[in-house]
């Protein structure tokens, strides 16, 4: 690094005397690589699923509510054989069935008498049958020469193996530069030089104000190029806060990953949060055109899409939705799925002076450079509500915006990019390549997907 007042010290401190250095290795090289489950679920709720009729249900019927914690649904299987059983509710009569496929290949067939309790009952009985567990033991280990519960939460298992791995810190830990132990890396201490940086930009920035205001009294109007030499001053400052910021997301996952590891089973504390799409399913079609069509000079091996059913506040805002995407460090998920995405402090307009927010895009080639590898990558979808000034035009951007009720119906009133349409450019735009997006309020951004995938260069054709 260099630049600012901290040129040729070894780290940054938070101050003079005290605090705690942050080492880092001499600074590496710019990368240019780019890198139905069954859930968990109150057994007296009532279901909320859709049948399309009741005596054949058509599989895309069976629509389980995105706050699915209201559903009867277990897919079990004994190779080459499988048993999905689901209550499901008829539209048209309001009527309740367990409804089931079965065998090698799908068959299908709806019981009950069409009252809930009789649907709840058989559900639990068949389910009872087949696995040799009561659904309240559902996730005790499977009993010899009977049906396993839980074949659908296979991705989710690979996912928390592919996010929970200590040798992934690591690697992490290397290649941002730090020397120490991951045990040694403080939050508070990080926290405490972002905001010394914080203070010592708003001191340069005002200290160049004050020669712009002198300067314009002197010549009686204001200096040509003075906002981009105030971009210039605080830029330092912006090249330093990039590791730090990583260094804190860094401690912020790996306390995560203890806390949950600790806890026992980082599978079932978040198999209820997390729901492996089906690929014939029209969300992750509509989905995957809207990764692929988006995606710059990337091709993408897509493996899994995630939908998150965690409940996050928002903020109060009015400004429009749009559903966006975001890339982080494989290991920066431990902490995301805890507790979403999160800005290192300070907050405010100290924050903003530093860029520091949560950066969003609508190519997600852009979004895909984030990501820092190009094996095993995860991509989030966010529902983000970002105020105008927040937005920058590029002159590669999407012909076409429409409702994501097209994705799902939680969707609805969010913006998305026409999946089924590649973007434009116009070249007499100044500004920015793609369009760009930062968030200053985690409030205002909402987990909705989780992509796993293989990242490549587009070939040439």
């Known amino acids: 690094m260099n630049g600012g007042p901290y040129e040729n010290q070894p780290g940054v401190r938070a101050d003079g005397r005290e605090g705690k250095w942050v080492r880092f290795a001499e600074e590496p090289s710019q990368s240019y690589r780019v890198d139905d489950r069954a859930p968990t679920f109150n057994p007296k709720a009532k279901p909320s699923a859709k049948a399309d009729n009741k005596n054949a249900p058509k599989k895309s019927s069976l629509d389980i509510a995105h706050d699915s914690e209201l559903a009867y649904k277990a897919r079990l299987n004994k190779p080459p054989y499988f048993y999905n059983i689901e209550v499901v509710k008829d539209p048209d009569t309001s009527e309740f069935h367990i409804s089931t496929e079965y065998g090698r290949m799908i068959s299908r067939r709806s019981l009950g008498d069409g009252s809930l309790d009789d649907a709840v009952n058989n559900f639990l009985r068949t389910f009872k049958e087949k696995t040799g567990l009561a659904w309240e033991d559902r996730n005790n280990k499977a009993i010899p020469n009977k049906y396993a519960f839980g074949i659908g939460r296979e991705p989710v298992q690979e996912l928390m193996q592919l996010v929970f791995n200590k040798e992934g810190f690591d690697r992490a830990k290397d290649a941002l530069g730090y020397k120490d132990r991951l045990e040694t890396l403080k939050k508070h201490d990080i926290e405490r030089q972002l905001k010394t940086l914080a203070k010592d930009a708003a001191l340069a920035r005002k200290h160049h104000k004050n020669q712009m205001k002198a300067q314009s009294d002197k010549d009686h109007g204001t200096p040509p190029g003075a906002g981009k030499i105030e971009n210039e001053v605080l830029k330092p400052f912006q090249i330093q806060v990039k590791p730090l910021q990583k260094l804190w997301d860094l401690s912020n996952a790996y306390e995560a990953m203890k806390i949950t590891c600790n806890f026992g089973n980082e599978v079932h504390q ?192």
Request: glycine share 8%; proline share 6%.
């Open 270 to 461: 978040f198999d209820r949060q997390l729901t492996p799409l089906r690929q014939e399913s029209k969300e992750f079609k509509t989905l995957i055109g809207y990764l692929n069509n988006y995606g710059g000079n990337f091709e993408y091996k897509l493996k899994d899409i995630f939908r998150s059913n965690h409940e996050e506040e928002r903020g109060g805002g009015n400004s429009e939705r749009r559903l966006l995407w975001h890339g982080s460090r494989v290991t920066n998920y431990c902490s995301i799925l805890s507790h979403g995405l999160q800005i290192p402090p300070p907050g405010g307009p100290l924050g903003k002076m530093l860029g520091k927010g949560i950066r969003l895009a609508d190519m997600s080639s852009v979004a895909a450079t984030y990501c820092e590898t190009t094996s095993d990558a995860l991509l989030l979808l966010c529902d983000a509500e970002l105020p105008e000034e927040n937005e920058t035009i590029g002159r590669t951007r999407p012909e076409e915006w429409i409702d994501a009720e097209e994705v799902h119906r939680t969707l609805k009133g969010v913006l998305m990019p026409d999946p089924t349409l590649k973007p434009m450019t116009d070249e007499s735009t100044e500004g920015p390549k793609y369009n760009t997006y930062i968030c200053y309020d985690p409030t205002q951004v909402k987990l909705r997907y989780i992509f796993r995938l293989d990242i490549c260069l587009r070939r040439r054709r």
